[in-house]
């Protein structure tokens, strides 16, 4: 899975028992490395079981927790089309896991709630869009997914030029036998065959457009256009779909392969992805100097937990240790985990989806001000 949706945490974070384990593991689709995946986890595995029993849990009640996770990670099948990293949810009364697409440090996480600031990330990984290729040899579309990219079957329209004139040639010899007259074009002057083959390529597109249209209409989302300058030009002055993003891959792309696609149209779409989070970012900004906004690691979190927080802005990768006491609204801070500490950061975003806050999962440059944890606030203290 590649998109984490924000209910999908909120099932999660909703199977929470006493104690809960999460292991993160970095995967590999092929080669050497892949096939030490499963090893890694055995490790990581054992390591948790020897923590739970220094709390104090019986190795047959260990055993049982991790039962549903070693069945299925011992599938043939389950180490196939790995993506760049595997987290993994357990506890007495529930089991699941996750194929993501970045690569988290390797390491398991034992506590009173999961371990869930990794999976913000892929909220801010995109929902689906389309690639129109544009070629006189096969114009092709294809819808894009963070998990796959497919082909979008054309129906009832000629894709290529030679289709297309193939068609357009018998029509107007039909045209021709039943009592039009002219058995063919004719051209006048230097740029009459010119201006006729555009014509022909105009009209070509037209009908392609009218398909695209039909079918964007229903799913929606953006469409990055690839081609030659004058495919390009041609269509979009036929164009009807609200969505068409201004910039295109440039060029002849018959020979591009889907990755190659994949690449250069999100090198165009991520901008059109990313509004919602630059703007938030814009009203940090906006707010600095007031009290509307902080990152204020121990302000932030107790701001989390009592419902304050309007959007909060979580570092990917970052840990910060420590307790919470609600009673006393007081934060201590330590430089490590044990039977004790929790993960504050991981806290802060529990409280924060709990309470209704909008959440970015960041890379530590991105947080406003490069710091641990940045909010914006509902309202003033």
């Known amino acids: 899975m590649s998109v984490v949706r924000r209910e999908t945490i909120e099932k999660l974070l909703g199977q929470t028992q006493e104690l809960n384990v999460t292991i993160f593991l970095p995967t590999h689709k092929t080669g050497e490395e892949a096939k030490q995946d499963s090893i890694r986890l055995k490790n990581l595995i ?34 196939l089309h790995q993506d760049k990293g595997l987290a993994i949810y357990a506890n007495e009364n529930y089991f699941d896991f996750f194929k993501i697409p970045v690569s988290p440090k390797e390491n398991y996480y034992i506590s009173e709630n999961f371990l869930i600031t990794p999976l913000l990330e892929l909220q801010n990984h995109h929902s689906s869009y389309h690639i129109l290729l544009l070629s006189q040899n096969e114009t092709k579309m294809f819808r894009v997914e963070p998990d796959e990219t497919t082909q979008i079957a054309f129906e009832s329209v ?16 039909m045209q021709h036998h039943s009592g039009a007259r002219g058995g063919g074009a004719v051209f006048h002057g230097q740029g009459g065959e010119a201006d006729e083959n555009n014509k022909e390529l105009e009209l070509f597109l037209k009908h392609i457009e009218n398909k695209v249209t039909k079918y964007l209409k229903k799913v929606n989302g953006p469409l990055v256009l690839a081609g030659p300058e004058k495919m390009v030009s041609f269509y979009k002055k036929a164009n009807k779909y609200f969505n068409v993003l201004d910039n295109y891959i440039a060029g002849n792309c018959d020979n591009k392969s889907v990755k190659e696609l994949e690449d250069e149209s999100w090198s165009i779409v991520e901008a059109y992805f990313r509004e919602e989070i630059d703007s938030d970012i814009e009203r940090f900004n906006n707010l600095k100097g007031s009290e509307l906004i902080s990152t204020d690691i121990s302000d932030v979190i107790k701001s989390a937990y009592f419902g304050k927080v309007d959007t909060l802005f979580v570092p990917m990768g970052y840990h910060q240790y420590g307790i919470f006491d609600p009673d006393k609204n007081q934060v201590e801070i330590s430089d490590k985990m044990n039977g004790k500490t929790i993960d504050l950061i991981n806290f ?29 606030y509902r309202y003033k203290t």
């Open 158 to 173: 000629p894709t290529s030029m030679e289709d297309h004139l193939k068609y357009h040639v018998h029509e107007r010899s």
């Open 348 to 376: 802060a975003a529990i409280s924060a989806i709990r309470n209704g806050s909008t959440l970015y999962g960041l890379s530590q440059e991105q947080v406003p001000e490069n710091s641990g944890l940045a909010a914006i």
């Open 46 to 79: 054992q390591k948790a079981k020897t923590d739970l029993i220094d709390l104090g849990w019986k190795e047959n009640r260990v055993d049982e927790l991790f039962k549903p996770v070693v069945d299925k990670t011992e599938e043939n099948q389950f180490w």
